[in-house]
């Protein structure tokens, strides 16, 4: 059968419940990559607060937060502790390249880990002292 669309043919799909898949590059996907990277991130809170729980000895609590700044406190944490272990890993990878004949990717991977260990370690001193500089203090 040929479905016909303003006089034009138009092929039929084999199977009619099959979802029309559109490809649209603007605000759809971008809302798409955002969803995406929260669930990742908030899979790994979660996972941090697990293994907390389970290795920690402790509890796990949920504290109020006052403030927009105060809700973000333990992903912020979590990515101070998190950029050690991830930092490591890199320079481990930067080794074995150099090691496989590829020294130039092996040195640039173990220098921009350098950079990014520190530049996540100075965000909160930076941010404190733009709060401290700001109008509200």
Known sequence: MIIKINGAPIKEREN????????????????MKMATGTKW????????MFMDFLFGGGAVTAMA?????GAFEPVKILL????????????????????????ASGLNRMKYAAIG?????????????????????
């Open 16 to 31: 009619i419940m099959e979802p029309k898949v559109i490809r649209n590059r603007s605000g759809i996907n971008k809302m």
């Open 41 to 48: 991130l908030m899979g790994i809170a979660a996972a941090t």
């Open 65 to 69: 937060a006052t403030s927009l700044s």
């Open 80 to 103: 101070l502790d998190v950029a050690d272990p991830i930092c490591y890993i890199m320079f481990v990878w930067g080794c074995i390249e150099c090691i496989c004949m590829r020294p």
């Open 117 to 137: 260990y520190i530049a996540i370690n100075w965000i909160p001193v930076v941010m404190t002292a733009i709060r401290t500089a700001g109008p509200g203090a």
